[in-house]
Each structure stands twice: as structure tokens, then as C-alpha cells.
């Protein structure tokens, strides 16, 4: 009886498959395996558990046998909580038939997610480089992965950019695959200045602006002499591979010009406006002056004719 624990023992962390990569799994499928009740059931159940693994592996050698990190968590997490699911249900049939129920209830899961993983999660890049680390469902050990791009290049395009003179521009980089680059990666930004065009520039015509880890920069107060195409590279710190290459050509429109308005002059009085006493015109102000001197004349010869 020892003898046969023992192997129970040794069977389950050998296991190569995705699932039993995860040492929780491990420890739950070897708990499962020793809660049969006898040293017979025990057997039956070793022989499931090697059948199950066997089709894991199968399962993941699909999908290029190769399981990333988050994915992995994924499966293990679900397949923990059905299994704890399993565990809590009372069950009235043979101790075998369930091990053969929860065991095809975690391949399912296991192909389940590495369908997902293959389309949506291993290889996201629609356009340069991705290297990232995965772990071999064969060897339970972590190993680079690369991705190439599906047209075979870095260059994923041009971005092209407009703003007014005075204004703002920035230069996105950054897609959500690149998380994923193993290292710490830096963004190589350069500049060549000029109207952008449709013609080919070459290495020389651009020049280097800043190395930065941050995957935007904002362009500030923008001048016409600052337009041109400026460019991304995404590269490795070490070995300077590029992975993602992006190119931004920058139009700046001009500011309308801004001429002194003219002075603007209000036109001559109207002549003959007679009925205005505030606006008196150059006719009506000879009368009213020949008038007060008259009248000032009259007073002094009655003040002197009064006085004697």
C-alpha cells in the first residue's frame, strides 16, 4: 500500500500539461486523488489522471503547445473554482466516474482559454515585433516567443498630424501589445523637418530628438518651421532591435494675418440743421453773435442814461 501512495505521489507533479504547470493545481489534483476511499479507487483514479494529462497535452500541442502567464491564470483560476464547485456537490455515483467528469471539465476549460489566447491574447500585434515570455505546456519552463508582424516588418505606418500655428500636437506611440515586450524597452523619437511629402526620406535627413520611456510626447506652441515628419522607433536597450517603427507627418497651418483695422473718420455735420440748439452750425452762430452785442449796446446807454 505504501509502495502504491508513493506513486500516486510521484504521478501527479510529473505531469507536463498546461494545467499542472500551476503548483495549486498540483497540490488539488494530488489532495483528489488520495480522498478515494480505497487503495483500488486510488489506482483507478491514477490511471484517469494519466489518460487526462495525456490529452492536455494533446489539448495544448494545438495551440503550439505554449501557454503566457495570463492565460494560464485564467484556466487555473476557473478550473479551481469548479473543481471546489465539484468537491462541495454531493455526488452518488462511482468515485471513477467523477474523476473522469472533473478531469474532462478541466480540458475543457484548458482548450477553452488557449483558443482565446491564440486568437485575441498570444500574438495581439497586428504590425511589428513582439517577443514576450510564455511558459512550454511540455516542459513546465518559461521561453521566448516571437510574434513577427504579419507583413514581415516593423514599419506599422504614418499617423498624420494637423495643427494651427500656437497650437499642440502629440506623438502617440504606444499600441497595448508592447506591455507585453520582455525588457524594458525605450522610445527613439528624431525629426525631418521640411513641408511632409510623399517622397522617400532617408536615414540622414532626420535628427534625433529624445530617448524617453514614455510612449507620447507633447508638442507645445507650435511653429510653421517645426512642421515636418517626425518618427517613432520602439527599441530594445541593449541590443538595439526595433520592434515597432511609426511615422508622423506634421502640417502646421499658418495664423490668419492680423493688418491694423483702419481709423475709422465720422463724416461733416449736415449744414442747415437750424432747429438743433446743440448742434449749432456756422449760418446760426453769426446771428446769435450779432444779437448779444446789440443787446449789450442797449444796456449801456439805459445804465448811462439811468446813472446821469
Known amino acids: 500500500m505504501l509502495l502504491m501512495l508513493v506513486s500516486l505521489f510521484c504521478c501527479v507533479p510529473a505531469a507536463k500539461a498546461c494545467l499542472q504547470c500551476d ?16 487503495v483500488n479507487d486510488q489506482i483507478e483514479m491514477k490511471k484517469i489522471c494519466d489518460q487526462a494529462y495525456v490529452t492536455y497535452k494533446e489539448t495544448s500541442q494545438k495551440q503550439n503547445g505554449v501557454i503566457d502567464p495570463t492565460t494560464l491564470y485564467r484556466a487555473r483560476t476557473e478550473y479551481q473554482s469548479e473543481f471546489d464547485r465539484f468537491l462541495k456537490t454531493k455526488h452518488t455515483g462511482s468515485v471513477t466516474f467523477e474523476a473522469i467528469q472533473i478531469m474532462e471539465k478541466g480540458r475543457k476549460i484548458l482548450e477553452k482559454h488557449l483558443d482565446t489566447s491564440m486568437h485575441d491574447g498570444l500574438c495581439p500585434n497586428k504590425c511589428g515585433l513582439l517577443k514576450r515570455r510564455v511558459m512550454d505546456c511540455f516542459s513546465c519552463r518559461y521561453k521566448i516567443h516571437i510574434c513577427p508582424s504579419p507583413s514581415g516588418q516593423q514599419d506599422c505606418g504614418e499617423k498624420p498630424l494637423h495643427a494651427e500655428e500656437g497650437g499642440q500636437a502629440v506623438l502617440d506611440c504606444f499600441l497595448p501589445w508592447h506591455s507585453l515586450l520582455l525588457g524594458r524597452p525605450e522610445y527613439h523619437y528624431s525629426w525631418a523637418p521640411g513641408v511632409p511629402e510623399n517622397r522617400k526620406l532617408s536615414e540622414s535627413d532626420f535628427n534625433a530628438l529624445v530617448v524617453t520611456d514614455d510612449s507620447s510626447v507633447v ?55 437750424n432747429y438743433s440748439p446743440f448742434k449749432p452750425t456756422e449760418g446760426l452762430l453769426v446771428p446769435v453773435i450779432a444779437m448779444v452785442t446789440a443787446l449789450s449796446l442797449a444796456a449801456s446807454v439805459g445804465l448811462t442814461a439811468v446813472l446821469g
Do not use: K, W
Request: with cysteine; glycine share 6%.
Open 23 to 38: 503548483r495549486r493545481i498540483r497540490l488539488l489534483l494530488e489532495d483528489f486523488v488520495l480522498s478515494a476511499p480505497s
Open 219 to 273: 508638442l507645445n506652441q507650435l511653429h510653421v518651421d517645426e512642421q515636418g515628419t517626425y518618427r517613432c522607433f520602439l527599441q530594445g536597450r541593449n541590443n538595439g532591435t526595433v520592434f515597432y517603427r511609426v511615422a508622423f507627418p506634421l502640417t502646421v497651418a499658418p495664423l490668419p494675418d492680423q493688418s491694423p483695422r483702419p481709423v475709422v473718420t465720422l463724416p461733416p455735420m449736415p449744414h442747415g440743421d
